[in-house]
T-cell receptor, first 115, second 115 residues
Framework: GAGVSQSPSNKVTEKGKDVELRCDPI?????LYWYRQRLGQGLEFLIY????????KSGLPSDRFSAERTGESVSTLTIQRTQQEDSAVYLC?????????????FGPGTRLTVT | KNQVEQSPQSLIILEGKNCTLQ??????????LRWYKQDTGRGPVSLTI?????NTKSNGRYTATLDADTKQSSLHITASQLSDSASYIC??????????????FGRGTQLTVWP
């Protein structure tokens, strides 16, 4: 498949547990973004990676959230000590480069439920 | 503060009818504006992109307009189909010089088309 893929599609976890979400971007896309979408809310920017540059982490809501990307491939978003307010759909997107001129292609998202 | 506001929040129309969705933004500096369609359980997909100098752009039955002076955009859907039922999200890009590409998302308009 040529699109952005994410796994798992659904994740249910207990409060206090750590979770790791995975994103496989489109091959050749140097930019990768993570967003959070709470029920009935708009997309909330979390972090983006551009090539080997330092990531823009300005959207991460707390130090419980972190993300890594290996080169220009897979990225993982880790949430430590999950809280109920972390329940949301986490969307990943990739684009050829950063910049509004480059369309972001979104994955299907991971629906996280913290009980 | 950079914001994107959409109206209405939700809309129900009958199949075959037309509708218009609104987007107002305060994002500055402005780079471009996109309308995305997000089907339930899927990631958003870009419908149109408009830059500062463009007033209108069409994609099939979708026509977007942009008034950069008043910072308003609209998405007009003609002859609606059941498959148009989705959330329509207005996204404004503000390129911040060398750091590029921060996107600002509206909360979306949830459109439901009834047979």
């Amino acid at each position: 498949g040529a699109g952005v893929s994410q796994s798992p599609s659904n994740k249910v976890t207990e409060k206090g547990k750590d979770v790791e979400l995975r994103c496989d971007p489109i091959s050749g896309h140097t930019a990768l973004y993570w967003y959070r979408q709470r029920l009935g809310q708009g997309l909330e920017f979390l972090i983006y990676f551009q090539g080997n540059s330092a990531p823009d982490k300005s959207g991460l809501p707390s130090d419980r959230f972190s993300a890594e990307r290996t080169g220009e491939s897979v990225s993982t978003l880790t949430i430590q000590r999950t809280q109920q307010e972390d329940s949301a759909v986490y969307l990943c997107a990739s684009s050829l480069r950063t910049g509004g001129d480059y369309e972001q292609y979104f994955g299907p998202g991971t629906r996280l439920t913290v009980t | 503060k950079n914001q994107v506001e959409q109206s209405p929040q939700s809309l129900i129309i009958l199949e075959g009818k037309n509708c218009t969705l609104q987007c107002n933004y305060t994002v500055s500096p402005f780079s471009n504006l996109r309308w995305y369609k997000q089907d339930t359980g899927r990631g958003p997909v870009s419908l149109t992109i408009m830059t500062f100098s463009e007033n209108t752009k069409s994609n099939g039955r979708y026509t977007a307009t942009l008034d950069a002076d008043t910072k308003q955009s609209s998405l007009h859907i003609t002859a609606s189909q059941l498959s148009d039922s989705a959330s329509y999200i207005c996204v404004v890009s503000s390129d911040r010089g060398s750091t590029l590409g921060r996107l600002y998302f509206g909360r979306g308009t949830q459109l439901t088309v009834w047979p």
